[in-house]
Structures are given as structure tokens and as C-alpha cells.
């Protein structure tokens, strides 16, 4: 029976870079992102499971990285703000977020793009009910959400041909 | 903000978790997906000096119909019955499924998990309540399963021994002619409801054959509607019958005045929740394609 109070290994993969890490038990994911792998890209906001500012994608599935343990994380490929651009190039999702002001002070906005990316990977035209749905869980305090359901709908077009 | 530092143990089976909890005694809690726990860890709500990981034990995470029921895994998420058509065998619980937070917290929190914190303002109990549900309980070395009526015993309690977990959930499929619907009024997606209704009706032509009427967030555990159920039960649903049924839930609502609303705020919701969730379960049941939703301010 494995019993470990101290430290625990933890194999992951961040934005497709494999890290071997070793962490206590009740370091959270978000913690993990930001202070040890320096990916300040992930926000803490609430820190209660409300806001959806840390949100990431976890294999493929966008998680509230402040409501998991980072050993929880163990094999497991983990997707961050910083993993959307591809060779110096936006993502397609970050850059509609620009051309259609779909952000403010920008607090929110890296786990908006992430809930967009898991919606937008299983979802190629949504609906504004769907677009709505997917990112009820991501609270920004700015933007009142229209040029944010903007951005999803131009990050749809564009990545319609992807 | 970070819990009280804990002992971490990653179980391979739901035997071996079991066993964890026999051999660590009170101080042990499960993790499954998290999404209540960790945040009760985090504001120091919840102090276990052990965690039992669930999420690593393979083979928990299903959803598959057998003789009549549909069985759930006790680890299968709620986005994973949000999207199965499975499970759309019975539209209340896809109702359920796709209502609970928002997309994050449904791609974590698990219905075993649900089930097992018993919290009065989850969702699944109060759902679960208007079908045939049995909840399968694993020891190291017994299993039984259990009537969830019986399962949830009050706010936070279960059936559950300290050495005992939730392996599966089963739900009877209604017969043909039925009909449900679940609604619940929330603030926004993250939050629990301020109150729920689900009802689950069985039709024979214009007559109502059997009514399960279930209250959320107005009590210490999800509420069983009875005398709302009677007034349907038998009868023609006309506007008068469906009337007294309403009424009858209204009564059965036992709210406490909280920051979610007045108690007479909430009573007054129970009454229009079950007044909705009636008229869309009497179109399902005729076979009608209707969209149910939790509902925002």
C-alpha cells in the first residue's frame, strides 16, 4: 500500500513537454502550473471552484485546475494558455479573442480560451445557447460576454477548415 | 489556500479502497471527483489526515443497460452521462446530467461521488428519488446493494459503513408511457440550486398510473412530494388535479431562510418548479422531444 506523507511522484506532460516532478500530496494542480513550472499564463481567481480562471485542459477535458491535487494529474496531459500557439503563430482561438475584443483586463480570458478549445474540439458550429453552456463556468467581470461569444463564434470560422 | 497537509494513498480496486478505510479508520476520506471535498479541504470545512484516491481504480467509469436498469459506474462523470445516449434512455437523468455547475465540474464530479456526500442541495439524490434506484455498496470483502430511499439517511449521512464505499448506481428503466422531468432554479451555473423539482409520471391514455414527485434544497435530504403524488395518482391530469398536486408540494417543502432566498421565497419556487417539470414530464410521456433546463435568475 503505497503511504506517502511527504513527497510523491508525479509524471505529466505539459503542453506536450514531460516533466518528472516530485510534490506534497496537497499541492493543487494550479499550484504546480504556476510555481514550479513557472506558467503564469493560469490564473487563480476565486479559488473556491467558482470562476474559472485556472481553468486547463486535462487530456483533452477543460478542469478547474484549483479543485485537483497535482498528483492527481499523474500520467495525465495537461494543456495551458501557453500551449495554444504553435511557432510563434496564435492559435486561431487566442487570436480571435483579440480581433473581436473579447477581452478586457484579461484576467479570465486564458481559461475562456481553454473552455473555447475543449467546446470548439467536440463542437465545430455551435449554437449561441451551446457556446453559452460551455463557458458558463468561466466568470468575467468585464466584458458582459458579448464580444466574448464574438470570439468564439469568429474562432469557430476560422478553425472551421482545420 | 491549501488543506491540512494529509497522507495520500492511490488505490487499484474498490476492494483495496475499502480495505484503506478499514485500516485507517476515521480519520480516512475517498476522493472521487473532488469537486465538493477539495474545496471543503481547501476553507479547512474538511480536515482528513487520509485520502483514498478512487480515480486511478480501473473499470469504474461505465454506463451500460442490463435486464432493465441502467447501471452507472460509481466514477463515471457527469459529462460522460451528459453525452451518452445510453443514458438518454431516461431524459430526466439527462436532464440531471447536463444541468449540474458547469462544463469543469462536470467533466470531475462523478454520481457515485454525489450520491455518497449527500449533500441536500446535490442534485442526483433528488432525481434518483422519482425511479427505482439501488446503490451498490462494496466492503473488502461483501457487497450489497441498498434502495437509495434507504441509502440517504439525513444532510451528509448515509447508509454507508466507514469502511464501506459506492461501487455502481442502478436505475430502473420506466415503462413505456413514461415521462420525467427534472428542474432546478439557480443564481448561475457554478452554484447549487436554491430549490429543484423532478417529477417522474407513468401514463395509461389520458390517466396517470403512478406520479414521484422529489423536492431539492428544501430540506435536510431531497424530499419525496407524497401527498403531491396522490393527487395525480389515479387521475385525469386536468388543470384542477395538477392544481392540488402543486399545492400538495408547496406543503412538503421544509425551507430554511438562507442567502439564497426567504423561506417563503422558496416554498413558492418548489411549487412553480414542480408546475414545470409536471409539463414537460406529460409531453416526454406522450413521446414528445421536449428540452428541459435548470433555469437562472
Known amino acids: 500500500m503505497p503511504d506517502v506523507f511527504g513527497k510523491l511522484a508525479v509524471n505529466l506532460k505539459v503542453n506536450g513537454k514531460p516533466h518528472s516532478l516530485t510534490v506534497e500530496p496537497r499541492m493543487l494542480l494550479v499550484e504546480l502550473i504556476r510555481e514550479t513550472l513557472d506558467l503564469t499564463g493560469t490564473h487563480v481567481g476565486c479559488d473556491t471552484t467558482y470562476c474559472g480562471a485556472c481553468t486547463v485542459l486535462m487530456n483533452g477535458a477543460a478542469v478547474k485546475s484549483c479543485t485537483i491535487f497535482a498528483v492527481q494529474a499523474d500520467g495525465a496531459e495537461i494543456t495551458t494558455v501557453e500551449g495554444l500557439e504553435k511557432d510563434g503563430q496564435l492559435h486561431p482561438i487566442q487570436k480571435a479573442f483579440g480581433d473581436a475584443y473579447g477581452l478586457q483586463c484579461g484576467y479570465c480570458t486564458p481559461g475562456l480560451m481553454l473552455s473555447t478549445a475543449q467546446l470548439l474540439a467536440q463542437n465545430k458550429q455551435p449554437s449561441e445557447k451551446e457556446m453559452r453552456k460551455a463557458i458558463a463556468g468561466n466568470t468575467c467581470r468585464c466584458t458582459g460576454y458579448q464580444n466574448i461569444l464574438k470570439a468564439i463564434q469568429m474562432a469557430a470560422q476560422s478553425m472551421k477548415g482545420a | ?297
Not at chain 2, 388543470?239 to 439564497?260: C, N
Open chain 2, 1 to 297: 489556500m491549501y488543506p491540512r497537509a494529509f497522507h495520500y494513498h492511490r488505490a487499484s480496486s474498490l476492494e483495496e479502497a475499502a480495505a484503506m478505510l478499514s485500516q485507517l479508520g476515521d480519520e480516512a476520506k475517498l476522493l472521487a471527483g473532488g469537486q465538493s471535498l477539495i474545496p471543503l479541504m481547501k476553507l479547512r470545512y474538511a480536515n482528513p489526515g487520509h485520502l483514498v484516491d478512487l480515480n486511478f481504480v480501473p473499470g469504474t467509469s461505465y454506463i451500460k443497460e442490463e435486464n432493465g436498469a441502467l447501471h452507472f459506474g460509481a466514477l463515471t462523470r457527469h459529462a460522460e452521462i451528459e453525452a451518452s445516449p445510453v443514458a438518454a434512455r431516461i431524459p430526466i437523468i439527462h436532464d440531471c446530467a447536463a444541468g449540474i455547475a458547469d462544463v469543469q465540474v462536470r467533466n470531475r464530479g462523478t454520481i457515485g461521488g454525489s450520491l455518497a456526500e449527500a449533500d441536500p442541495s446535490g442534485d442526483w439524490a433528488t432525481v434518483l428519488m422519482t425511479l427505482q434506484t439501488e446503490v451498490g455498496c462494496q466492503k473488502t470483502k461483501a457487497h450489497r446493494r441498498v434502495q437509495l430511499v434507504d441509502f440517504i439517511k439525513d444532510a451528509y449521512t448515509t447508509a454507508l459503513a466507514h469502511d464501506e464505499l459506492v461501487s455502481e448506481v442502478v436505475v430502473k428503466i420506466p415503462p413505456s408511457g413514461s415521462g420525467g422531468a427534472y428542474v432546478a432554479f439557480k443564481r448561475s451555473a457554478p452554484v447549487y440550486p436554491t430549490v429543484s423539482a423532478a417529477v417522474q409520471l407513468s401514463m395509461e391514455g389520458e390517466i396517470c398510473k403512478d406520479a414521484a414527485i422529489a423536492l431539492g434544497c428544501v430540506g435536510l435530504t431531497a424530499i419525496k412530494a407524497k401527498d403531491a403524488e396522490g393527487a395525480l395518482r389515479g387521475q385525469r391530469l386536468t388543470d384542477k388535479t395538477i392544481a392540488a398536486a402543486v399545492e400538495a408540494a408547496r406543503a412538503a417543502a421544509d425551507p430554511q431562510s438562507d442567502m439564497r432566498g426567504s423561506a417563503d421565497y422558496k416554498r413558492t419556487l418548489a411549487g412553480s418548479l414542480v408546475k414545470r417539470a409536471l409539463d414537460i414530464a406529460i409531453l416526454r410521456a406522450r413521446g414528445e422531444q421536449i428540452e428541459a433546463g435548470h433555469i437562472y435568475a
